[in-house]
């Protein structure tokens, strides 16, 4: 049997209830065009890490982190009653970066291969 299986349907759970609360009832200017891309649960259903995709610069994704943050409580309370779970898991935003990571490397893949050299949109020096 698959350990914490329980886990993974709450997360499920989670990401659907709060991706339909985005689309629907939000309203902060902030959090527009983020995206849910993946719940994971602690083994003791105590903490939710959602993860959220947003396209921008470090700026904008601090505002989004600060956005989701401040509207902790509202999505907490809105959620609660579809989960069906004794205790609401306490919220936590992280950014999710795979997508950024998965852009970087096709353009090292696609420099491999042609020669061209990639456009390096980011802050950091290589090293």
């Not at 609660?80 to 795979?98: I, N, Q």
């Not at 852009?103 to 050299?117: C, N, Q, R, W």
Request: proline share 6%.
């Amino acid at each position: 049997m698959k350990p914490y299986l329980r886990a993974e349907r709450i997360s499920g759970k989670i990401q659907h209830a709060i991706t339909d609360l985005l689309s629907k009832k939000m309203q902060d200017p902030r959090i527009e065009m983020a995206t849910i891309s993946g719940v994971k649960m602690t083994p003791d259903l105590r903490v939710a890490h959602v993860y959220i995709t947003v396209f921008g610069d470090k700026k904008r994704i601090s505002e989004v982190l600060d956005g989701f943050k401040s509207s902790k409580g509202f999505i907490k309370k809105r959620i609660a009653p579809e989960l069906g779970l004794k205790y609401m898991p306490e919220l936590k935003f992280v950014h999710d970066d795979s997508f950024d990571k998965a852009a970087k490397m096709d353009e090292l893949i696609k420099f491999a291969v042609s020669g061209t050299p990639p456009t390096d949109t980011s802050d950091e020096q290589p090293s």
